[in-house]
């Protein structure tokens, strides 16, 4: 008998902002003189990136995409209560936070002891005010059991999948985001302060081949048409998967109460080099998503890195884990629901396996 809830959901950091600013990736990519003018024009955009456009640059249609969030997070928050976990352990990539030149690990567990986090240092270095309105110093304690996600560490590697570790957090640098965010979204009432589950984070190399060359984040069409040094590449999809069923099978090996969690949104608009960073890929996020609705994992199993990497979808590769733990232990999706935006950067995916 294994206990297991599987939960997939965003972590994008413009929803910790409010709505005036929710659409600055959008606007940060159209002050970028090497895209053309006419791709640029909201007169050549699709029906949904006019609409949410809207004549406030996004401003008035932020309150819905948010309360499309909200309502999926809050989904997820009922799920986890009525499960009662011991503890998550939530894939997450890492953008140039914590690994940077020193070392890229493929897959890293953060075995750290509690830690403070800075529920909006990100925010602060991008000069954004909170959608709270508290203060822009606002700490909240993350519980990281540190023994645990040792024994985790251990029964992956004994399940064939060479995974690091790491016992401390690059200290200059904020708790990396996809992790603080996803205890603040679940706990959006209390900016994260009052979750009552530790959490292990799962470090994957997402972003591959542009990790360092793009240092996680954001590329000029001038620096990237101009002889971009890439990287090498990131786990493959099927590797990713792979690790999933290692994650799986240790805790069906152990007796805690778990949630897997996959921690992103899908295609990012910034990362989508063909749709010169204005659109996330739609059609390629939609028929994955079919496809998991459908439990056809073939499709999914069937996508190589760069086609990933092609489609701005590298978050998704926390979901790949997911899917391999899902398939592993036999888990069914119960609930999902598919968010797509063309203003507001990715589009969102939340998922309940059970
Ligand atoms: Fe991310």
Same mark, same amino acid.
């Given at each position: 008998m294994t206990n297991?809830?599987?939960?997939g959901?965003?972590?994008?950091?413009?929803?910790?902002?409010d709505?005036?600013?929710?659409a600055?990736?959008?606007?940060m990519?159209?002050?970028?003189?090497?895209?053309?003018?006419d791709h640029?024009?909201?007169?050549?955009w699709?029906p949904?990136?006019?609409?949410?456009?809207?004549?406030?640059?996004?401003v008035?249609?932020?309150?819905?995409?948010?309360?499309?969030?909200?309502?999926?997070?809050?989904?997820?928050r009922?799920?986890?209560?009525?499960f009662r976990?011991?503890?998550?352990l939530?894939?997450?990539?890492?953008?140039?936070?914590?690994?940077?030149?020193?070392?890229i690990p493929?897959f890293?567990?953060?075995?750290?002891q509690?830690?403070?986090?800075?529920?909006?240092?990100?925010l602060?270095?991008?000069?954004?005010?909170?959608?709270w309105d508290?203060s822009?110093?606002?700490?909240f304690?993350?519980?990281?059991?540190?023994?645990?996600?040792?024994e985790?560490?251990?029964g992956?590697?004994?399940?064939g999948?060479?995974v690091?570790?790491?016992?401390?957090? =690059?200290?200059e640098?904020?708790?990396?985001? +996809?992790?603080? @965010? /996803?205890?603040?979204f #679940? %706990?959006?009432?209390?900016?994260?302060?009052r979750?009552?589950y530790?959490?292990?984070p799962?470090?994957v190399?997402c972003?591959?081949?542009?990790v360092?060359? =793009?240092?996680?984040?954001?590329a000029?069409? +001038?620096e990237? @048409? /101009?002889g971009?040094? #890439? %990287?090498p590449?990131?786990?493959?999809?099927?590797?990713?998967?792979?690790?999933?069923?290692?994650?799986?099978?240790?805790v069906?090996?152990?007796?805690?109460?778990?949630?897997?969690?996959a921690?992103?949104s899908w295609?990012?608009?910034?990362?989508?080099d063909?749709a010169?960073h204005?659109w996330?890929?739609?059609a390629?996020d939609?028929?994955?998503y079919?496809?998991?609705?459908?439990?056809?994992?073939?499709v999914w199993?069937s996508a190589?890195?760069?086609e990933?990497i092609?489609?701005?979808?590298?978050?998704?590769?926390?979901w790949?884990?997911?899917?391999?733990a899902?398939?592993?232990?036999?888990?069914?999706?119960?609930?999902s629901?598919f968010?797509?935006?063309?203003?507001?950067?990715?589009?969102?995916?939340?998922?309940?396996?059970k």
């Amino acid at each position: 008998m294994t206990n297991v809830l599987g939960l997939g959901l965003t972590h994008f950091p413009l929803l910790a902002t409010d709505d005036a600013h929710m659409a600055n990736a959008i606007r940060m990519t159209l002050r970028d003189p090497d895209i053309p003018a006419d791709h640029k024009d909201p007169a050549n955009w699709s029906p949904l990136a006019r609409e949410e456009w809207g004549d406030d640059d996004g401003v008035s249609a932020a309150a819905g995409h948010r309360s499309r969030l909200l309502d999926g997070l809050g989904r997820c928050r009922k799920e986890l209560d009525e499960f009662r976990p011991d503890v998550l352990l939530v894939w997450g990539d890492d953008q140039y936070e914590n690994f940077r030149e020193e070392v890229i690990p493929s897959f890293c567990v953060l075995a750290y002891q509690d830690s403070v986090v800075e529920a909006f240092k990100v925010l602060n270095m991008l000069n954004l005010p909170n959608a709270w309105d508290v203060s822009p110093d606002e700490t909240f304690t993350m519980s990281c059991d540190q023994e645990l996600a040792k024994e985790i560490t251990a029964g992956v590697l004994a399940n064939g999948v060479d995974v690091a570790y790491s016992y401390e957090k =690059r200290k200059e640098m904020p708790f990396p985001h +996809a992790f603080a @965010n /996803t205890q603040v979204f #679940l %706990d959006w009432d209390n900016v994260g302060k009052r979750f009552p589950y530790p959490i292990v984070p799962l470090a994957v190399n997402c972003y591959g081949e542009h990790v360092i060359a =793009r240092r996680g984040g954001f590329a000029r069409f +001038a620096e990237i @048409n /101009t002889g971009e040094v #890439l %990287d090498p590449p990131g786990p493959s999809p099927q590797r990713c998967y792979e690790f999933g069923r290692a994650v799986a099978k240790t805790v069906r090996e152990r007796g805690e109460r778990v949630a897997l969690v996959a921690s992103s949104s899908w295609s990012h608009a910034f990362l989508n080099d063909k749709a010169w960073h204005l659109w996330p890929d739609t059609a390629s996020d939609r028929r994955f998503y079919e496809a998991m609705v459908a439990g056809d994992h073939d499709v999914w199993l069937s996508a190589t890195g760069k086609e990933i990497i092609r489609d701005g979808q590298h978050e998704m590769l926390n979901w790949f884990c997911l899917l391999g733990a899902v398939s592993e232990l036999g888990l069914r999706l119960e609930w999902s629901d598919f968010v797509e935006t063309e203003v507001f950067n990715s589009n969102k995916a939340f998922a309940v396996f059970k």
